[in-house]
């Protein structure tokens, strides 16, 4: 029989391999793994317990937040305030850092949560998800700041998500590749499903909100026109897919190989930059990527190497296969010297 390997058991492997460790790095991600199955049990007796719904209050970014989200995101800091590895938090959420309450001491790491992404689809017993990244503590003080938190995805220590779809995955990486787990919830345990996770290499699908098309710009619009080779007869186009949860439709291009894009545009005021957050979504997701043999881009260059100058500051996303995101870097830079301009502008300003 195969060994049946516990995420936990993974992870204190992939300890093994670097004897300077304490440990510490281990166990915030076996504490994720723990407030993973925490959320997943809340999502499947969401509907039983009436916790669906929105709530009056609306999140940093400005969204109604839903119940869902209040829970997950109390459970993950919860789970991580008090056990002394962390130095400071931050969580889509909430509009400023968490610091750890003054009554617990603190760690070398920081952590940067979305606790639950595509917050809509509960309502429509649809896929929803988490994105975690960690970072070493980079401030001088003892309690951590905003420093600790703003750092670029280059310095990612560690990242993941959890999928909580017909079953309940956990994907993360420690920089040595992306290892994927699915819940048993029989045993309570993350058993390793998928090792050594590599995007597929022929791609087969892309995934974007074609709602957004008439804000898009000419670069993106004729970069989803070659993604469904409308000029080319004899090549396949590949399939659209969209879940309205990125980790979901992330998910799917990691398995099944293409590209996920939610660009930025400057005809729509409320999204120049697009939708998503740099710091929460698009930088966990691109070390992931990278991991996996993919790219991921903001459309002018790699996500990895854009330093955040706010906790809630959104880019373009275009994530994937390396070939498909390079294409559409080539189809921005020929036809959105407009956008490009106005987009390196805003950036600036955000300085
Ligand atoms: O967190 C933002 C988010 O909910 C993502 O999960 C999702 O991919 C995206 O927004 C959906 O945005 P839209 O509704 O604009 O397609
Ligand atoms: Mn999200």
């Given amino acids: 029989m195969p060994p049946l390997i516990t995420i936990e058991r993974h992870i204190i492997e992939q300890q093994r391999q670097h004897p300077e460790a304490t440990g510490t790095f281990t166990q915030i991600l076996q504490d994720m793994a723990l407030a993973a199955k925490i959320i997943a049990r809340e ?90 990244a960690m970072f070493r503590k980079v401030s001088f003080g003892a309690r951590g700041d905003l420093s600790d938190v703003l750092q670029a995805g280059r310095e990612i220590a560690a990242a993941g998500y959890i999928v909580y779809g017909p079953s309940t995955m956990m994907v993360y990486s420690t920089g040595q590749g992306v290892h994927g787990f699915t819940l048993d919830s029989s045993l309570g345990e993350f058993i390793l499903s998928h090792p050594n996770m590599q995007i597929a290499p022929s791609p087969r699908y892309y995934g974007t909100n074609h709602g957004n098309e008439r804000y898009w710009t000419l670069g993106v619009r004729k970069y989803v026109d070659w993604l469904q080779a409308k000029e080319e007869p004899q090549r396949k186009p590949l399939d659209a897919r969209y879940m309205g949860a990125l980790v979901a439709d992330f998910h799917r291009i990691l398995l099944k190989g293409g590209v996920y894009l ?29 991991q996996a043999g993919g790219y991921a881009s903001d459309g002018l260059g790699n996500i990895l190497d854009i330093q955040p100058h706010t906790l809630h500051q959104r880019v373009p996303l275009f994530i994937g296969d390396k070939t498909l995101v390079q294409q559409a870097e080539r189809f921005i830079q020929a036809h959105d010297a407009e956008w490009i301009a106005s987009y390196r502008a805003m950036r600036e300003a955000v300085r």
Avoid at 89 to 97: K, L, N, T, V, W
Avoid at 264 to 284: F, M, T, V
């Fill in 262 to 290: 939610y660009p930025g545009n400057l005809q729509n005021p409320a999204q120049p930059s697009g939708k998503l957050r740099l710091i929460y979504e698009c930088a966990p997701l691109a070390y992931l990527i990278e």
């Fill in 43 to 132: 999502a499947r007796r969401a509907g039983l317990i009436n916790i669906l719904g929105s709530t009056d209050s609306v999140n940093a970014s400005g969204e109604v937040q839903q119940k869902l989200d209040i829970f997950a995101d109390q459970t993950i800091f919860k789970m991580n305030d008090h056990t002394g590895r962390l130095c400071v938090m931050a969580s889509e959420e909430h509009e400023d850092i968490l610091p750890i309450p003054p009554q617990f001491p603190c760690g070398r790491y920081a952590l940067v949560f979305d606790p639950l992404d595509g917050s809509g689809n509960p309502d429509v017993n649809a896929s929803i998800g988490t994105i975690f």
